[in-house]
């Protein structure tokens, strides 16, 4: 067990957290999971040390260098990056390519692909070293080709192809490195089960406040630099990323185990088809593909549209654009905190239920706003959108959490990031599947820009749709985090496996099933 500690992916070296000193310290204000018994919250500089202490007790259990690596992935590259590009290009298909809401939609579905193919990013990582190393070079690579691709779309003219091309590169660029630090999570939760749902929060809280800074700052870029060159701006997340490698200490593979990179994968993909074949693990990715968007047609184009409308809509600038966006992380960071403080310890089934019954009644608001019911209830439109985009996005997190600390807890052992990466792609995949199926709502209904009078039907189908899901809530386990049992999938009872290890004497040398 000591030696399969020392070889995680990141090869930081992580120690689970026993009797330590801080724990001692923290007696008081913490219990023995590192959550807080709520003692010295009274006030605003109560919150401030608390976090200071929880943020100490995540570097002392996963290590300083982990921690500052989970902030640059997730809070710059995932969070301020893809906050400032979602603006960008959604300015950038309305105002430079000039597309009717349905396709813009299509051809940004067909840019988040690589978002679901991740499970090949990680076996190609750990099967395919550069130089003997597995996680650095990729991710100087991706910063390097993701920034010239931002450069690109900031300074030529392109058609919608060669667009879409460039932005789904993006896509890859973003996609690859977040396989290992998605991996780096799972394993680490198993170090520390009783911090998972403390380590997925630094995560979304990370993302959460890089995108608030994202948000903030989009609205004022798309004004004044315009849409294409906003992408300059958003080249800082992939350029970042070299210096997340930094952060990510790895030592070279000697050559005897490069050549037993092969073998590992092809054992990796046997216990991956094993453990897909467990209903443990199958039901709840199919409940997550099904809930995360497949059953549930995504709109947000045409509402995007319809917002930024001087005629018909009310015609909201770029500045409100960014405003919106912004108000929506705090209420993640708000939905993030409830989650961690007051919700994780319900069952599953309760934290998948509700949330999905308050975001169906809350998207069923939009037909008030698109209807101009509003105005005529005295309400501003400025003053309804903030608030509605403030519910959504803080439920949305609020659902989100408990899928991210399940996936976790659903890794086998040796395959952790693997199963990992698959969960989060099924998660990726559904969304990707809304977008089509808005897509094909928005055609159905005839919804384009000079043509907005079937806007509140598509918005009716979208809100009761988002109850969908809750036919297959069978599909997860009736219990809390903490009694999650994953599938047993063990490494060492393939007696040609054995053999094999003991042949080339590297099997406890090298993490066989580190494929992210």
């Given at each position: ?7 995680v992916?990141?090869?930081l070296?992580?120690?689970?957290q ?13 219990t ?5 018994k709520?003692?010295g919250?009274?006030?605003?500089l ?21 921690v ?15 906050a400032?590009?979602h603006?960008?290009s959604n300015y950038?298909?309305k105002?430079v390519q000039?597309?009717?809401p349905?396709y813009?939609?299509?051809?940004m ?10 499970p090949i990013?990680g076996?190609i990582?750990?099967?395919f070293p ?8 990729y991710?100087?690579?991706c910063?390097?080709t ?7 779309l900031a300074?030529?003219k ?14 890859l660029?973003n996609?690859f ?8 999570l799972?394993q ?7 911090l998972?749902?403390d380590?997925?929060?630094l ?7 890089g ?10 870029a798309v004004?004044?630099l ?12 992939p350029l970042l990323?070299?210096v ?7 030592r070279?593979l000697?050559n005897?185990?490069l050549?037993f990179?092969f ?17 443990v693990?199958?039901k709840?990715?199919l409940y997550i593909?099904?809930?995360q968007g497949?059953?549930?047609?995504d709109i ?7 917002r930024?409308d001087?005629?018909?809509g ?9 405003l919106?966006?912004a ?5 993640m ?8 403080r007051w919700l994780?310890?319900?069952?599953l089934?309760?934290?998948?239920l ?9 998207g069923?608001?939009?037909i008030?706003l698109v ?9 501003p439109?400025q003053a ?19 899928m991210l ?5 659903l890794c086998p ?5 693997t199963?990992?990466?698959?969960l989060m792609?099924?998660?990726n ?10 897509a094909?709502l928005?055609?159905?209904l ?5 043509d907005?009078?079937?806007?509140w ?6 809100s ?9 809530l069978f599909l997860?386990?009736?219990c809390?985090?903490e ?7 063990s490494?060492?009872?393939?007696t040609?496996t054995m ?7 590297l099997?406890?040398k090298?993490s066989v099933?580190?494929?992210?």
């Amino acid at each position: 067990m000591e030696k399969e500690d020392e070889e995680v992916p990141i090869l930081l070296e992580l120690q689970p957290q026993t009797e330590t000193e801080t724990d001692v310290d923290n007696e008081d204000e913490f219990t023995t999971n590192g959550h807080s018994k709520g003692v010295g919250w009274s006030s605003p500089l109560g919150y401030v040390r608390q976090f200071l202490k929880w943020m100490a007790i995540m570097k002392d259990t996963f290590g300083g260098p982990f921690v500052v690596f989970v902030m640059i992935v997730y809070g710059v590259t995932q969070g301020f990056a893809k906050a400032m590009k979602h603006l960008v290009s959604n300015y950038y298909w309305k105002d430079v390519q000039k597309m009717q809401p349905v396709y813009a939609q299509s051809f940004m579905a067909l840019s988040s692909i690589p978002w679901d193919m991740k499970p090949i990013y990680g076996l190609i990582t750990d099967t395919f070293p550069i130089a003997g190393y597995r996680r650095w070079p990729y991710f100087v690579i991706c910063g390097i080709t993701g920034s010239l691709c931002l450069w690109a779309l900031a300074f030529l003219k392109l058609t919608p192809w060669p667009a879409t091309f460039l932005m789904a590169t993006v896509a890859l660029c973003n996609a690859f490195p977040d396989v290992v630090a998605d991996a780096s999570l799972a394993q680490c939760s198993k170090i520390a089960p009783t911090l998972s749902s403390d380590l997925q929060s630094l995560a979304m809280g990370s993302l959460a406040a890089g995108g608030l800074v994202g948000c903030g700052v989009s609205g004022a870029a798309v004004h004044g630099l315009g849409p294409q060159h906003s992408y300059l701006l958003v080249s800082v997340g992939p350029l970042l990323l070299i210096v997340a490698a930094l952060a990510l200490p790895e030592r070279r593979l000697p050559n005897t185990v490069l050549s037993f990179q092969f073998k590992a994968l092809m054992h990796t993909i046997q216990l991956f088809g094993k453990t897909l074949r467990d209903p443990v693990l199958w039901k709840p990715a199919l409940y997550i593909y099904l809930s995360q968007g497949s059953l549930c047609p995504d709109i947000s184009e045409a509402m995007f549209f319809w917002r930024t409308d001087p005629v018909v809509g009310p015609g909201f600038g770029e500045e409100f654009m960014g405003l919106v966006s912004a108000v929506g992380k705090v209420a993640m960071i708000i939905g993030i905190v409830c989650y961690n403080r007051w919700l994780q310890q319900h069952t599953l089934r309760k934290m998948f239920l509700w949330p999905r019954v308050v975001s169906a009644f809350i998207g069923l608001l939009d037909i008030i706003l698109v209807s101009r019911m509003n105005l005529k209830m005295h309400i501003p439109d400025q003053a309804f959108v903030l608030g509605d985009e403030a519910l959504t996005d803080a439920i949305s997190k609020i659902q989100i959490m408990p899928m991210l600390v399940l996936s976790s807890q659903l890794c086998p052992a040796g395959i952790e990031a693997t199963i990992f990466a698959f969960l989060m792609s099924m998660s990726n995949f559904g969304h990707t599947c809304g977008h089509w199926f808005g897509a094909l709502l928005l055609k159905w209904l005839h919804v384009q820009k000079d043509d907005y009078s079937k806007l509140w039907l598509a918005v009716l189908i979208r809100s009761l749709m988002r109850l969908s899901p809750l036919l297959f809530l069978f599909l997860i386990p009736d219990c809390t985090v903490e009694n999650i049992k994953p599938p047993c999938v063990s490494l060492l009872n393939d007696t040609k496996t054995m053999e094999t290890a003991k042949d080339t004497e590297l099997f406890d040398k090298v993490s066989v099933h580190d494929s992210n």
